[in-house]
T-cell receptor, first 112, second 114 residues
Framework: LAKTTQPISMDSYEGQEVNITCSHN???????ITWYQQFPSQGPRFIIQ???TKVTNEVASLFIPADRKSSTLSLPRVSLSDTAVYYC?????????????FGTGTRLKVLA | NAGVTQTPKFQVLKTGQSMTLQCAQD?????MSWYRQDPGMGLRLIHY???????DQGEVPNGYNVSRSTTEDFPLRLLSAAPSQTSVYFC?????????????FGEGSRLTVL
């Protein structure tokens, strides 16, 4: 399975930069890497997506090395409201068609 | 556009009852899928579809059936509800390019089986 591996949990303090790394060793050549944020009782919400190098939007940056076997989500200056579970997602092509299987995600807790 | 619409939002069933969770999207997405999320856990793929008339099993398909007669709709049927199926169910669809991984989620359907 092209499953992803992330740290189970992380703690950070308000105002710090948080980096969450995801391993996806079997990523397909044409597949993108997508990160989601999920709050309790809500569906996952799209944060950022990239294919290679660096992508930045108004809430996060995504760093992808040349071999694309991992990616790092960077959240600048986190606040209490960033406490959530973060998932990275890549496609799974092992059955001949693509599907999306989530890993365990990283539970980020931001402390005051 | 409404995006991905799930109904009902809440449902209580008795063991052995059957029901259908509805999912509809108006974005002309080829890919649709159902996930379940147990308390404090991650999302697990139940069934998915890459287009009308095509469905396939995910990680935890037992006890569930799906069909995809139209591009817009992807209902999930619980054949004989069990307490182990108490969970929050999310429907998600993906853009026509398919492999970009940008999934659009519904608000979820919270199911309790007594």
């Amino acid at each position: 399975l092209a499953k992803t591996t992330q740290p189970i949990s992380m703690d950070s303090y308000e105002g710090q930069e948080v980096n969450i790394t995801c391993s996806h060793n079997n990523i397909a050549t044409n597949d993108y890497i997508t990160w989601y944020q999920q709050f309790p009782s809500q569906g996952p919400r799209f944060i950022i997506q990239g294919y290679k190098t660096k992508v930045t939007n108004e809430v996060a940056s995504l760093f992808i090395p040349a071999d694309r076997k991992s990616s790092t989500l960077s959240l600048p200056r986190v606040s209490l409201s960033d406490t959530a579970v973060y998932y990275c997602l890549v496609g799974d092509w092992t059955s001949g068609t693509y599907k999306y299987i989530f890993g365990t995600g990283t539970r980020l807790k931001v402390l005051a | 556009n409404a995006g991905v619409t799930q109904t009902p939002k809440f449902q209580v069933l008795k063991t052995g009852q059957s029901m259908t969770l509805q999912c509809a999207q108006d974005m002309n997405h080829e890919y649709m899928s159902w996930y379940r999320q147990d308390p404090g856990m991650g999302l697990r793929l139940i069934h998915y579809s890459v287009g009308a008339g095509i469905t396939d099993q995910g990680e935890v398909p037992n006890g569930y059936n799906v069909s995809r007669s139209t591009t817009e709709d992807f209902p999930l049927r619980l054949l004989s509800a069990a307490p182990s199926q108490t969970s929050v169910y999310f429907c998600a669809s993906s853009s026509p390019r398919g492999n970009t991984g940008e999934l659009f989620f519904g608000e979820g359907s919270r199911l309790t089986v007594l």
